[in-house]
């Protein structure tokens, strides 16, 4: 396939990141590469990357959905999603939420860890 230099520069963009998420690399000359790229963004958790595949996806005219709307839906109620910043580098975590909270206010103060050890202010 021809890439237009849309997708070539989207394509750049997600070298690094899918092959830190993944350990696969991405090579413009594979046949499979679309397909391949399809499959993995749907298992990847980094917005950006998802967010990307979308678009490449769309410019190359293959119609193309992450995950129902129905999953999507009832995985939020249950989940969330935080941001970390783990050495300069954005890494998302989904937490499950509690049904119901029951923790004292004790246990409602948020820990600071260091060096995996809990620091009391």
Same mark, same amino acid.
């Given at each position: 396939?021809?890439?237009? $230099? &849309?997708?070539? +520069?989207? *394509?750049?963009? /997600?070298?690094? =990141?899918?092959?830190?998420? !993944?350990?696969?690399?991405?090579?413009?000359?594979? $046949? &499979?590469?679309? +397909?391949? *790229?399809?499959? /993995?963004?749907? =298992?990847?958790?980094?917005? !950006?990357?998802?967010?990307?595949?979308?678009?490449?996806?769309?410019?190359?005219?293959?119609?193309?959905? /992450?995950?129902?709307?129905?999953?999507?839906?009832?995985?939020?109620?249950?989940?969330?999603?935080?941001?970390?910043?783990?050495?300069?580098?954005?890494?998302?975590?989904?937490?499950?939420?509690?049904?119901?909270?029951?923790?004292?206010?004790?246990?409602?103060?948020?820990?600071?860890?260091?060096?995996?050890?809990?620091?009391?202010?």
């Amino acid at each position: 396939m021809v890439y237009s $230099p &849309e997708m070539v +520069t989207l *394509l750049q963009q /997600l070298r690094n =990141r899918i092959y830190a998420e !993944f350990g696969t690399r991405i090579r413009l000359a594979d $046949p &499979e590469l679309l +397909t391949g *790229l399809a499959d /993995l963004g749907k =298992r990847s958790r980094d917005p !950006f990357t998802r967010k990307t595949v979308v678009e490449i996806m769309s410019m190359a005219g293959i119609p193309f959905q /992450l995950e129902p709307s129905k999953v999507a839906a009832n995985s939020d109620h249950a989940r969330q999603t935080t941001e970390i910043t783990y050495r300069g580098t954005k890494i998302y975590r989904d937490k499950e939420l509690p049904a119901h909270s029951q923790v004292s206010v004790e246990r409602q103060q948020t820990r600071q860890m260091y060096r995996g050890q809990v620091v009391h202010k």
